[in-house]
């Protein structure tokens, strides 16, 4: 695998099995996720159908195997947020340190500067000390691809008979000004966007 190009495409609904193969055991065995339950294929399809009519849903492959993938949703749903998003990012459990999370999470961030989104946020599980289900290795990754961190949540989810913290970062990739032109859709920018970076 090492040897292998990693690919980088537009997710679609059709990918929601492969998609759900890699989420379902962050749900099932740790804390990354505060979900208790693995979707349905139905709903986790119509999840990636929701985030599409807005934002980038990229997944990462190579040798046609999916390795991991990752979107942007509303950070808030009133107006005044339309510049601002939740990043959320998932690699397949036997495929980390290979460094996908960082192709995926880069391809993310090309497409919202082309939408004219401002500001990344992640939404961060954080345990208060490392156990089995949790570890601060996101923390990590996020500080490194730049976030940085605006506030903690105590004991705020309640897992695996567990209470854990919550950790909010963030990364401001465009200038804030008067006038804010309004974001455009990934849709009306995957032109540019595959011009720019190769099809997506």
Not at 10 to 30: G, S
Request: glycine share 8%; proline share 4%.
């Amino acid at each position: 695998m090492k040897d292998t190009e990693i690919s980088i495409r537009a997710a679609e609904e059709t990918d929601a099995e492969a998609l759900l193969a890699i989420y379902a055991p962050y749900v099932e065995r740790t804390a990354i996720t505060f979900e208790y339950e693995v979707p349905s294929l139905l709903e986790f399809a119509g999840r990636i159908r929701r985030v599409r009519e807005k934002y980038p849903y990229f997944l990462a492959e190579a040798d046609g195997q999916v390795l991991g993938y990752a979107y942007a949703g509303p950070f808030k749903e009133r107006a005044a947020y339309d510049w601002a998003v939740e990043t959320s990012i998932y690699v397949d459990g036997s495929k980390k340190r290979m460094g996908i999370g960082k192709a995926l999470h880069q391809a993310l961030e090309q497409a919202l500067r082309e939408q004219g989104i401002l500001n990344m946020n992640a939404c961060i599980a954080c345990p208060e000390k490392e156990d089995e289900y949790l570890t601060r290795n996101s923390i990590e990754f996020h500080a490194h691809l730049g976030y940085r961190l605006v506030g903690e949540f105590r004991q705020c989810g309640y897992k695996f008979g567990r209470w854990y913290n919550m950790v909010w970062m963030e990364k401001l990739i465009g200038k804030h000004g008067q006038n804010q032109p309004a974001p455009k859709t990934f849709e009306e920018i995957r032109g540019i966007i595959e011009e720019k970076y190769g099809e997506l």
